[in-house]
């Protein structure tokens, strides 16, 4: 599943976030990839063990906490600290797959990538190029979004950061071991999800709503990996 989740981030989240990142020193993105990403990786990115990715990190997780879309659609078990990334003057990512197993910063366990997130901190108009290009069973999906936006994928997708060949593209991204690792049971877990809180909303606790609340809850209990 591919989903556009708008305003995770508000206005002013995102101008701090984008001021704090003006005054950090980036480094080359190669230094935190695996062998076949570093041969198509042309980017810059904030060290992930800088005090300052770090706090913005913690903001960002913050931001996630507070919304139920990013919380039923990856429906999470562990995330990795937020990155951040910056494209500009052509820099790029060709075609990869993220790697199937990252270690956590500053902790003793490793995380198994899921879901993939991108979300972006500066608006379309800033800058050409640079769209996340997502290649799956129905096709390629090119997506630049508003800043605050952020936008989940499969991690067993093949993407790409088309070159940005005006202005700068500055996103956030990070990864997430799902409770749910399989992403058609993820999805279907998602769509009835949000059905059963739309009719929640329309008719309220009814028996069938606590029936289908009590089945989406077992579907979870039989399929969860904690
Ligand atoms: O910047 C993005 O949108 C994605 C970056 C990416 O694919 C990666 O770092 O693995
Ligand atoms: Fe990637």
Request: hydrophobic share 40%.
């Amino acid at each position: 599943m591919m989903l556009h989740i708008p305003g995770v981030l508000t206005l002013d989240e995102v101008n701090y976030l984008r001021q704090r990142l003006q005054e950090t020193n980036w480094v080359d993105g190669k230094q935190t990839v695996g062998a076949q990403g570093a041969l198509v990786k042309q980017n810059r990115q904030l060290p992930e063990h800088a005090e300052i990715s770090i706090k913005l990190g913690q903001m960002i997780l913050a931001a996630l906490k507070k919304n139920p879309i990013f919380y039923s659609a990856a429906l999470p078990l562990r995330i990795v600290p937020p990155l951040f990334n910056a494209y500009a003057g052509g820099e790029h990512y060709g075609l990869h797959v993220d790697g199937s197993i990252r270690q956590v910063p500053h902790a003793d366990y490793t995380l198994r990538t899921d879901v993939s997130s991108t979300l972006f901190l500066c608006d379309p108009d800033e800058y050409d190029g640079g769209e996340l290009e997502v290649i799956d069973t129905y096709g390629a999906h090119e997506v630049k979004l508003p800043a605050g936006d952020l936008i989940l994928y499969p991690s067993t997708s093949l993407h790409q950061v088309k070159p940005v060949t005006r202005g700068v593209r500055v996103c956030s991204f990070f990864w997430t071991q799902s409770l749910i690792r399989d992403d058609a049971r993820r999805n279907m877990l998602f769509e009835m999800d949000q059905h059963i809180q739309s009719l929640r909303g329309q008719i309220g606790d009814s028996t069938e709503v606590l029936g289908l609340t009590a089945q989406y809850h077992n579907l979870i209990r039989m399929w969860a990996e904690t």
